[in-house]
């Protein structure tokens, strides 16, 4: 069964970076597309960034687009997201997914397996 956890979530002020990692067991990332997503209390679910298997390309949600990086290590088969300049709109939970259509339909990704999500509190 595939599995991904996340890790890195906390509590940060106005301005601060995170970075989070996803690391998958009983299958290797290196032949799937990535993103990560998140979901606020009270709000719909939100892609946040894709990164496509064909060429590496990348893709972000307009609301992160310049302040989010999603990269890969395969060595480590885990994934990660660099989040800097964090606002509070940025608080929710995110998870790190296998995206199905290779980043073609962003930013409504199309998600065929996720972890249980880290929490990302952005708040002074």
């Known amino acids: 069964q595939v599995q991904l956890k996340e890790s890195g979530g906390g509590l940060v002020q106005p301005g601060e970076s995170l970075r989070l990692s996803c690391e998958a067991s009983?299958?290797?990332?290196?032949?799937?597309?990535i993103a990560w997503f998140r979901q606020a209390p009270g709000k719909e679910r939100e892609g946040v960034a894709c990164?496509?298997?064909?060429?590496?390309?990348?893709y972000y949600a307009d609301s992160v687009e310049g302040r989010f990086t999603i990269s890969r290590r395969n060595e480590k088969n885990a994934m990660f997201l660099e989040m800097t300049s964090l606002i509070p709109e940025d608080t929710a939970v995110y998870h790190c997914?296998?995206?199905?259509?290779?980043?073609?339909?962003?930013?409504?990704?199309?998600?065929?397996?996720w972890g249980q999500g880290t929490q990302v509190t952005v708040s002074s």
């Open positions: 997914a296998i995206e199905s259509g290779d980043c073609i339909a962003g930013p409504t990704w199309e998600y065929t397996q």
């Open positions: 009983r299958f290797t990332l290196d032949s799937n597309a």
């Open positions: 990164r496509a298997v064909r060429d590496g390309s990348t």
